[in-house]
């Protein structure tokens, strides 16, 4: 085993521990749905192709779709959660490859256990959280010293596997590092392929974007700003990565006074990176890469900022992927991590009253393993899996056989979902909310309300064809005649509340699956 690999094994273990201390009672088998992470047992590709699903799935949905075919489903999504923590707390810890190994595990601890990895792991953004743990290995070979061209590239390229694998917001948090690291290596050759790299990454999201129209609502500018989750205000908590717009997907515990201890961590490691990379360029690059996602992330905190973005979206919809802003704070995440592991380096180097000459003195040991210890025990909320909100379990034996039948159903047409709503709550899902799950169960095209609402503020669905069924919907009368003509064929009610009146709006529409939080018609054709 060569020396480079033996150094990787510390990091490699300390983020599947973390893994393991995450999940918790999670790694039972059963899938954990929160929110958008919705995994199904076997998702058929007619859900998953470029072309049929959003391109906010696309390749995502596509790779877990062929894996599933090798796996379980449910170990499939445990393993992709795990990578996370292991390629993240391992990235670090290679980045800080001149380190002591106290001080690259503290930084690879930090980067994997904080409040960024931990509100969107409980929103669900697993995709967007891959391309955040391949950001310490796409920059680690982007500044690699110079070697052969093909090495290189290849380097780069095997890098970038999780956030191609993400899609188009892990490929933008990406983009965000990996431009600037490329430009400061003061190479046209590397630079070019860098960028040549990273758009052939970003094809598989970026063709059917362009293909399929997608609205996206402006007034989700607002809606989904960045946060105050702190008592140090919107700017003060981005600072310390979290400032998630939703605030149901906060840690449990974090976010009072007991903050500030976090606060303290992180102007230590701003300090750790200003006093030592900053100056010896160690990271070329990534400082800059830092401030702009911060100041991409506070965009939407004044209504100046709010008010550009709203007509950026107006004229391209692209621009949406600016609306969700907190995410692009992961550059500078990956700056806190690695400056956190050079401040405790620095603790850890021997002064002249050291126990044994070379070697560092107990207090610099004992700052180290604080250091490591230091983001787990400041932010508890993420363990037991994520303090019991990612709880595994089974889909109803009913909605898998409903799914098997309307898929081998010979009648042609799509499914549309009711209510008329993004997300549910089912009591088999312990009342945890998650996305609506038939739309990644069924190999048909399925028409559902993918307009998030937040709090009070409702935004218009990013299909089109949602967009045109929306007030026929809403208006309360009879649906039939109008779904005909969508091309819907099946309607499925997944609403657990009692008195539903889905049949009584679809005149001539046969029940074919009828029981408790399901109810499967096929209409007249």
Not at 160 to 178: Q, R, S
Not at 196 to 221: C, K, M
Request: net charge positive; glycine share 12%.
């Amino acid at each position: 085993m060569s020396a480079t690999i033996r150094r990787q094994i510390p990091g490699l273990v300390t983020g599947l521990c973390l893994g393991l201390l995450a999940l918790g009672p999670g790694l039972r088998r059963g899938f954990l749905l929160s929110y958008d992470m919705v995994f199904v047992p076997r998702m058929p590709f007619g859900a998953a192709l470029p072309g049929l699903a959003p391109p906010r799935a696309v390749p995502s949905d596509l790779v877990i779709a062929v894996v599933s075919r090798i796996l379980p489903g449910d170990i499939v999504q445990k393993l992709v959660l795990l990578a996370i923590f292991v390629l993240g707390c391992a990235g670090v810890a290679a980045l800080l490859d001149r380190e002591p190994v106290l001080a690259r595990l503290a930084g690879g601890v930090f980067y994997a256990w904080n409040p960024y990895v931990g509100e969107r792991l409980i929103i669900g953004h697993w995709a967007l959280l891959l391309g955040y743990a391949g950001l310490p290995w796409v920059l680690r070979a982007v500044v690699s010293p110079d070697e052969a061209p093909w090495r290189w590239t290849g380097r780069l390229c095997l890098s970038l596997v999780p956030a191609v694998i993400g899609g188009f917001a892990a490929m933008a948090i990406t983009a965000l590092v990996l431009v600037p690291a490329a430009l400061f290596t003061r190479s046209a050759r590397r630079a070019a392929i860098a960028l040549a790299v990273l758009a052939a990454g970003s094809l598989p999201w970026l063709i059917p974007s362009l293909r399929h129209a997608v609205y996206a609502d402006p007034g989700g500018v607002a809606a989904f700003a960045a946060r105050a989750d702190t008592p140090f205000g919107s700017p003060g908590s981005l600072l310390m990565l979290g400032g998630i717009w939703n605030a149901l997907t906060v840690p449990k515990g974090y976010g009072g006074g007991w903050s500030a201890l976090w606060l303290i961590v992180v102007i230590v490691a701003l300090a750790g990176y200003l006093a030592q990379a900053w100056p010896a360029r160690r990271w070329p690059g990534l400082g800059l890469a830092a401030l702009a996602g911060l100041l991409i992330a506070c965009i939407g905190v004044t209504a100046a900022g709010r008010d550009l973005l709203r007509s950026v979206t107006e004229a391209w919809p692209g621009a949406a992927v600016l609306r969700d802003a907190q995410q692009f704070v992961a550059p500078l995440a990956l700056a806190e991590a690695a400056g956190l592991g050079l401040a405790v380096a620095w603790a850890m180097r021997p002064g002249p009253s050291g126990d044994t000459p070379g070697r560092p003195d107990r207090p610099g040991i004992t700052l180290a393993v604080l250091a490591v210890l230091a983001p787990v025990l400041l932010l508890p909320g993420l363990a037991g899996g994520v303090a019991g909100r990612l709880r595994p379990v089974w889909y109803p034996a009913g909605w898998l056989a409903a799914a098997r039948m309307i898929d081998a159903s010979p009648d042609r047409g799509g499914v549309l979902l009711l209510p008329w709503e993004t997300y549910r709550a089912p009591y088999w899902n312990h009342g945890e909310v998650v996305f609506d799950p038939w739309s990644k169960l069924l190999a048909r095209p399925v028409i559902w309300n993918d307009g998030t609402k937040v709090g009070e503020v409702e935004l218009a669905p990013d299909d089109p064809r949602a967009q045109r069924l929306g007030g026929v919907i809403r208006d309360g009368g009879p649906l039939t005649g109008a779904l005909r003509a969508a091309g819907i064929r099946f309607v499925i009610d997944d609403t657990d509340a009692p008195g539903r009146r889905t049949g009584a709006r679809l005149p001539g529409a046969v029940t074919v699956v009828d029981e408790p939080g399901l109810t499967v018609y096929r209409l007249p054709g």
